[in-house]
């Protein structure tokens, strides 16, 4: 009796396990559940975000041991001390953008490239900058791998934005400046939007508008803590020569 129960104990556990593993779905249900209780609670409403958001595997952006946690409520480590934002922020950014389907987009702070991936489906190109060499080169694999190909990682400082593909109709940047870059505000076409978080430790996500005089508006949104944007002299001078993927 008891070497029956030893032997399909086992067996139906395995059986399971393998079912779960070949299940590509499984964090589909997942994923529904945080577009409706962290997104569409509190106000996210863009039907192509919320889309994106819902068709965007995030478990495949964190590290491996984390997977299980990737559609919750908040930030996680991405390995050389960065992070990925919060579902809610990264679905409030991409909405604030405004987005149509025809923009080419500068992203500042690559990181797993998961924001990228979210953008992806809904603008023509993104163009996104990493400081740290070891993320922009795991993020280009990914996007490559999962093939989104209108997606362009550059290992580089995003000081010095993106000048060869400017002027950008609009600019996300998930690293906090401590006051709004210039040369960002340079690289936009007028009527773009610049969504970003500024600050040292108090951070205001705003929403910088360029207008036809070149004067820029200025909107605040909510409080957020986001990892500085950092300056590096060594990277920026070898990064604005590096392109990873095309
Ligand atoms: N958008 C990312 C999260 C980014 S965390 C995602 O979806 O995963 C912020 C990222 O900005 C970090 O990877 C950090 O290395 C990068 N960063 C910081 N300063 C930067 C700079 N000056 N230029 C480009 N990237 C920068």
Same mark, same amino acid.
């Given at each position: ?67 299980? #946690?990737?559609?919750?409520? +908040?930030?996680?480590? !991405?390995? &050389?001390?960065? =992070?990925? /934002? ?5 679905? $409030?950014?991409?909405? #604030?953008?405004?987005?149509? +389907?025809?923009?080419? !987009?500068? &992203?500042?702070? =690559?990181? /797993? ?5 979210? $953008? ?127």
């Amino acid at each position: 009796m008891y070497q029956i129960k030893f032997v399909i104990i086992p067996f139906f556990f395995c059986l399971s396990c393998a079912a779960e593993k070949t299940d590509a779905g499984w964090w589909q249900k997942k994923a529904d559940m945080m577009v409706k209780n962290q997104l569409e609670k509190r106000g996210i409403h863009d039907e192509g975000v919320i889309r994106s958001m819902r068709e965007t595997p995030r478990h495949i952006f964190v590290p491996e041991n984390l997977r299980d #946690l990737a559609y919750e409520d +908040g930030p996680l480590p !991405i390995g &050389e001390g960065q =992070t990925i /934002s919060q579902p809610y922020i990264v679905a $409030l950014m991409t909405e #604030l953008l405004e987005l149509n +389907g025809d923009e080419r !987009i500068l &992203e500042i702070g =690559t990181g /797993s490239g998961y924001q990228a991936a979210v $953008l992806s489906p809904l603008v023509k190109k993104v163009y996104s900058i990493e400081i740290v060499k070891s993320l922009a080169e795991r993020a280009s694999e990914k996007l490559n791998e999962m093939q989104y190909h209108n997606v362009v990682v550059k290992w580089g400082d995003g000081y010095q934005g993106w000048a060869e593909y400017s002027p950008y109709d609009a600019i996300i940047v998930t690293a906090a400046p401590d006051r709004i870059p210039q040369t960002l505000i340079d690289q936009m076409k007028i009527g773009g939007r610049l969504v970003l978080p500024v600050g040292t430790y108090f951070q205001k996500l705003k929403v910088v508008t360029k207008m036809r005089d070149g004067e820029t508006g200025e909107k605040n949104i909510i409080p957020v803590r986001f990892v500085p944007m950092v300056h590096s002299e060594k990277t920026s001078k070898e990064g604005s020569k590096f392109q990873i993927s095309e």
